[in-house]
């Protein structure tokens, strides 16, 4: 035992000696484009908080009335008796929001992934991910036991070459903005290609739900996809919608099949009721306050505009995630560290979760973000040495 722990230490400091150590900062305000963490006030730019839901007075009125009717905890898994009404209701919902038959809330995204792809896949069958996707599809990928094929990030070439082998059932499976590229999917090639080998095609859309189409409805809503073009559909609540938890969206079908199968559904706590009840309004200012959306694309716009006068090389996207390549780890985390000392939340991003050689500031706005917090930003990463 003891020397398994010393076997333990040795890795941690590898993992120090490759800048790659990791370690939380406390926060002691509400999540918000304006934060203290670790007794500093800073102008936060890595929040997923797109559209400023996480602390609105309504979102957390809706919380604390529910809180009143059902108390805190949801006392069992959906199939026992967690399953409540304001469960029931924000389904419906979202079925209705994402134009699709069913929709099925999972305690968070990362379950939803688990548990849809095990679900759907067995040993004999096939899997295709995007090399870029996040790390619990490809984990769900591994945990289902079926043939696991990872393409080249968004190339439709690489994926039909890895296609040729037609056994068992098929699920092309991507992340629809990339967490940590910001980039979309291409889902109308993916589409045509997903219909021509008779395979599912699965979007993980965390980062698009909310902030992208008309109605943020997500990258679907974007590209005018239906459940037909896209029969599996996920999305979480933690980000754009400011609450917690997931959904996975679409025919009567996939979602009675999840219920009778997805171990992540099936043997977990249901998310408390007040979660979902704060999620009901979150959703209705989601649909109804458009000029979050309109706000966001505008903050987005000038800080693409004044990045580029300064030289900067940012990816092309209209998402809003825009992140600044570094590199080199140690590099990434002193120019974290440098812009911290002045006052800006930016989150370095180092491998695993991007590859090596990548290291980059992963920079994301928020429809609360002022021009002016903007402008300042642009100031700082002037300063620093990009
Ligand atoms: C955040 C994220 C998840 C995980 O969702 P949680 O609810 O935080 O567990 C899944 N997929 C993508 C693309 C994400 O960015």
Redesign the pocket.
Known sequence: MSSSFSNLAHELEQIKLQSLYRSRRLISSPQGVEIEIDDQQVINFSS?DYLGLANHPEVINAFKKATDEYGVGSGSAHLICGHSRSHQALEEELADFTGRDRALL????????IGVISALLNRGDQVFEDRL?????LDGGLLSGAKFKRYRHSDINDLQRKMLHTEGRKLIVT?????MDGDLAVLPELTRLAKDKNAWLMI????GISVLGATGGGILQHYGLTQQDVPVL?A????GFGT???FVAGSEVLVETLIQKARTYVFTTAMPAAVAEATRTSLKLVITDGWRREVLRLRLERFRSGAEQLGLKLMQTDSAIQPLLIGDSQRAVDISNDLLKQGFLVSAIRPPTVPKGEARLRITFSANHREQHVDQLLDALDTVAL
């Open positions: 997923n999972f305690s968070t995204g990362y379950m939803a992934n996707n996040h790390a619990s599809l992340d629809g903005v990339f967490s993980d859309d965390a980062h996920m979480t609540l933690g980000k917690f938890g997931a």
